[in-house]
């Protein structure tokens, strides 16, 4: 039985802000969910946040989430006061193996691999999650006996001149056995500098009951980076897109800079993709063998088939693309968009709610909205689908083959009929048979005594 428990009350005073600080983001995700999602992973039967200051915005921004539970700590008198708060939700106990893993909503980017190591190195003790740093002030110093043994942990305010020099810390990540969990919080107090209560001060308690306290470590220094302002927030986005650039070129990606790519969600990426400088990838974005992204796109919960290429500046929401597509430069595609193999979206281009079948093409200036392109259509530059008449949205339909002449309007609801042509310049708003030629003349004149007008002085 494995209860997870999230320490979230604390002001956040150095964010200079008025969202809690555990709603900020990392890589577009708040702190608290990236530690919910990495707990997760762990199939834990409870998780419980301790909400404080901003208490109401943070359960409202999880009220989805049915299965987390939140407590109120209210004041904030310390960690270990903040984990009594969540003592009344805590399951199991009976068993010698039910463990409770307490997490900081400040600490976004500990990895599941970490809490599980951490876990496994409790047996039937408790466990704590330290790292040795060049420069340890302020962090808790783990105290060891004469034989490595852990003793208990001593806040630097309360440390000695000795006890300053050790440069073990603790991370504040800590795995214990639930049962003796609750009885070790029942027994602390204040009596400290800072007169909190401590959650460090269970360390002193195990040992006392002859637990044993062992120590696991994370497996990246960034995985324990706690973040109270802003500087410390990019410092851990830089580290973390640094680390999805590397698992990226690792699965076999080319990062034309692995410094300038954001991914603020999930990419996946099949052999041989190339991503050029300075793109955002948001969402679940799944990229096919042989893809090409070029610099500065947006791609946001799209799907981009074989071999297709996005040129630079596209902006891609909620789009598919099948197999050797071409998007771009600057395309948008706006959700609901789906591309055949082998058609081919050009500069300017808008494009939204619509299916273009295989090797369609709009290639200059369009837009093209609740539409359906058949097989081969080709869009000529500045081509219009009039798809809303102000208060109701209406569906064009292309038949395979149809050529559309440049600056030609569609007002839909309207079918164009298999390999029909449209004139340059046309305004179609009847249904077209197939075939042949559809214009709309508008007759050309010139006047020969016509004078262009003078700038008045
Ligand atoms: C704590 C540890 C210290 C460790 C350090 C690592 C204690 C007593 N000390 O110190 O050993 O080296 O973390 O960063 O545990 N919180 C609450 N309610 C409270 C107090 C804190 O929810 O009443 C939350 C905060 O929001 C934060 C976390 O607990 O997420 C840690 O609190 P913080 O005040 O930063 O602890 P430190 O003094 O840094
Ligand atoms: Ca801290």
């Not at 042989?290 to 981009?304: D, S």
Request: aromatic share 6%; glycine share 10%; net charge negative.
């Amino acid at each position: 039985m494995l209860n997870v428990v999230i320490l979230a009350a604390g002001k956040g005073t150095r964010m200079q802000s008025d969202l809690p600080k555990v709603l900020h983001r990392i890589a577009g995700k708040s702190m608290l969910a990236h530690v919910i999602d990495s707990a997760r992973q762990l199939q834990p039967d409870s998780i419980v946040v301790v909400a404080g200051h901003g208490a109401d915005a943070v359960q409202q921004s999880f009220a989805a989430d049915t299965q987390l539970q939140f407590v109120l700590q209210q004041p904030q008198l310390g960690t270990g006061h903040a984990v009594q708060q969540a003592v009344p939700q805590l399951l199991g106990g009976e068993n010698p193996t039910d463990t409770t893993l307490i997490l900081y909503g400040d600490v976004p980017l500990v990895q599941s691999q970490t809490m599980q190591n951490l876990i496994d190195a409790r047996a039937q003790g408790m466990s704590v999650l330290t790292e040795f740093l060049p420069d340890p002030t302020g962090y808790g110093r783990i105290v060891r006996n004469a034989e490595g043994a852990i003793q208990r942990i001593v806040e630097h305010k309360d440390a000695s001149a000795d006890e300053h020099q050790i440069n073990e810390v603790n991370t504040g990540i800590i795995a214990a056995p639930t049962a003796q969990l609750k009885d070790w919080l029942a027994r602390l107090d204040n009596d400290n500098a800072q007169q909190e209560f401590y959650l460090t001060d269970i360390i002193g308690f195990a040992v006392q009951d002859q637990v044993t306290v062992s120590a696991a470590h994370p497996q990246f220094g960034w995985e324990t980076l706690g973040v109270n302002s802003r500087l410390q927030q990019a410092q851990l986005e830089r580290l973390w897109q640094g680390e999805q650039a590397r698992r990226l070129m690792e699965a076999g990606v080319t990062l034309a800079d692995p410094a300038r790519i954001d991914v603020r969600g999930t990419l996946t990426c099949g052999r041989d993709v190339f991503i050029d400088v300075g793109c955002v990838f948001e969402g679940e974005v799944v990229l096919g063998d042989g893809v090409q992204i070029g610099p500065n796109c947006v791609i946001k919960n799209a799907r981009l088939g074989t071999n297709t290429t996005v040129h630079a500046f596209s902006h891609i929401d909620q789009s598919q693309a099948d197999e050797s597509v071409s998007i771009g430069p600057f395309a948008r595609l706006r959700p609901g968009t789906v591309l055949g193999d082998q058609s081919h979206i050009g500069n300017f281009v808008e494009v939204k709610n619509s299916y273009f079948a295989a090797q369609a093409k709009a290639s200059h200036l369009s837009y093209i909205g609740d539409a359906v392109v058949g097989l081969r259509v080709n869009i000529g530059a500045g081509v219009i689908t009039c798809n809303y008449d102000g208060a109701n949205k209406f569906k064009t339909v292309i038949g395979d083959d149809a050529f559309i002449g440049s600056d030609s309007q569609l007002v839909a609801p309207v079918t164009i009929g298999k390999n029909t042509t449209i004139a340059a310049g046309t305004t179609v708003t009847r249904d077209t048979d197939d075939n042949g030629l559809v214009l709309s003349p508008k007759k050309q004149e010139q006047k020969a005594d016509w004078q262009r007008p003078q700038k008045t002085k």
